[in-house]
């Protein structure tokens, strides 16, 4: 066979070639095969949905949608921003689409949901960060669902932050959830497109406007953060009056993306969750696969009655 002169040597080439890490025991889970799962899928489908369980190659979409679980992502399926740990698509979106919020509500009446987690793509090139289509499908939900209880999560809204919160609490979620991702020091490589401060902000933006609202915000763990930098995250929270949070293991999507510096054990995630309850959050969710979304009906559930007996506590 004859190899031609400007070809790369194979050892040349297998240097340079991305290599996808292995996993631990602790993180690894099995491909999804049950009838519940194919359900789900095929209803998504059917309304034209995308998923960020789908898109973001969440490793507990086998376990969730069985249970007809799903975690819907409105205003399309490509970004506006390219984060080093994201596996949705970057590039110019579609346009919005109008008939989405009447899917989404009739999507949650068919899987009986009792808690929904609507989020969505970074939209940069719209107006107003498509907090528009949180609002209208918020309303869709009330009106064909009314006993489901609603939890967003949203983007930054950057530049429109201020209105966009405005809108999106007067449509009354249960809970608005914000992810902060990691610690500030690692936000130019990590996430280039945001600013820490600016997500605390939007949080604070959220209780300002209505303190019944519940807020909720995650980090990923394994990406070269320090232990102090992360307590001194929770503080950060704590101070903006964020209720919920949640703490999981970062995985690299691709051989693309940033890859995992460290794979945090199990007992240090139990040990970063004992320290974030006695911070004072009313819930926390923290172990390798844990995710913004993740068993997020009942955590509610634990969250709204943490909070009711520490307002009957209160009282007395």
Request: charged fraction near 25%; aromatic fraction near 6%; glycine fraction near 6%.
């Given at each position: 066979m004859t190899v031609l002169s400007n070809a790369p040597a194979a050892s040349d080439s297998a240097e340079t070639a991305p290599v996808r890490q292995r996993k631990p025991d602790w993180i690894r889970v099995k491909a999804p095969t049950s009838k519940g799962y194919g359900e789900t899928r095929q209803l998504m489908r059917d309304l034209k949905l995308n998923t960020v369980c789908e898109e973001a190659a969440c490793p507990n979409i086998g376990e969730c949608w069985t249970k007809k679980h799903a975690t819907v992502m409105i205003l399309g399926d490509v970004c506006t921003r390219a984060c080093a740990f994201c596996n949705v698509k970057t590039g110019m979106p579609r346009k919005v689409d109008s008939t989405e919020p009447g899917h989404v509500a009739e999507a949650a009446a068919r899987l009986g949901l009792q808690h929904i987690v609507i989020t969505s793509v970074d939209r940069d090139d719209?107006?107003?960060?498509?907090?528009?289509?949180?609002?209208?499908?918020?309303?869709?939900?009330?009106?064909?669902?009314?006993?489901?209880?609603?939890?967003?999560?949203?983007?930054?809204?950057?530049?429109?932050?201020?209105?966009?919160?405005?809108?999106?609490?007067?449509?009354?979620?249960?809970?608005?959830?914000?992810?902060?991702?990691?610690?500030?020091?690692?936000?130019?490589?990590?996430?280039?497109?945001?600013?820490?401060?600016?997500?605390?902000?939007?949080?604070?933006?959220?209780?300002?406007?209505?303190?019944?609202?519940?807020?909720?915000?995650?980090?990923?763990?394994?990406?070269?953060?320090?232990?102090?930098?992360?307590?001194?995250?929770?503080?950060?929270?704590?101070?903006?009056?964020?209720?919920?949070?949640?703490?999981?293991?970062?995985?690299?999507?691709?051989?693309?993306?940033?890859?995992?510096?460290?794979?945090?054990?199990?007992?240090?995630?139990?040990?970063?969750?004992?320290?974030?309850?006695?911070k004072g959050f009313l819930q926390v969710a923290a172990s390798p696969l844990t995710r913004s979304s993740y068993h997020a009906g009942d955590d509610f559930a634990q969250m709204r009655a943490a909070r009711e007996a520490q307002l009957a506590k209160a009282a007395r």
């Amino acid at each position: 066979m004859t190899v031609l002169s400007n070809a790369p040597a194979a050892s040349d080439s297998a240097e340079t070639a991305p290599v996808r890490q292995r996993k631990p025991d602790w993180i690894r889970v099995k491909a999804p095969t049950s009838k519940g799962y194919g359900e789900t899928r095929q209803l998504m489908r059917d309304l034209k949905l995308n998923t960020v369980c789908e898109e973001a190659a969440c490793p507990n979409i086998g376990e969730c949608w069985t249970k007809k679980h799903a975690t819907v992502m409105i205003l399309g399926d490509v970004c506006t921003r390219a984060c080093a740990f994201c596996n949705v698509k970057t590039g110019m979106p579609r346009k919005v689409d109008s008939t989405e919020p009447g899917h989404v509500a009739e999507a949650a009446a068919r899987l009986g949901l009792q808690h929904i987690v609507i989020t969505s793509v970074d939209r940069d090139d719209l107006p107003d960060g498509g907090a528009g289509q949180f609002v209208k499908v918020i309303r869709a939900l009330r009106e064909q669902t009314p006993h489901t209880t609603i939890e967003i999560l949203t983007p930054d809204f950057r530049g429109k932050m201020v209105p966009a919160v405005e809108a999106i609490v007067a449509a009354g979620p249960d809970v608005y959830n914000h992810n902060l991702e990691t610690v500030p020091r690692l936000y130019p490589t990590i996430r280039p497109g945001a600013r820490y401060y600016a997500s605390l902000r939007l949080l604070e933006e959220v209780k300002r406007h209505d303190p019944r609202v519940f807020t909720k915000s995650g980090v990923m763990l394994g990406l070269g953060e320090a232990r102090l930098e992360v307590h001194q995250v929770m503080d950060d929270m704590r101070s903006a009056g964020i209720d919920f949070l949640t703490m999981g293991q970062y995985l690299q999507p691709t051989p693309k993306h940033t890859p995992v510096i460290e794979f945090v054990n199990p007992k240090a995630f139990a040990a970063y969750g004992a320290i974030a309850r006695a911070k004072g959050f009313l819930q926390v969710a923290a172990s390798p696969l844990t995710r913004s979304s993740y068993h997020a009906g009942d955590d509610f559930a634990q969250m709204r009655a943490a909070r009711e007996a520490q307002l009957a506590k209160a009282a007395r």
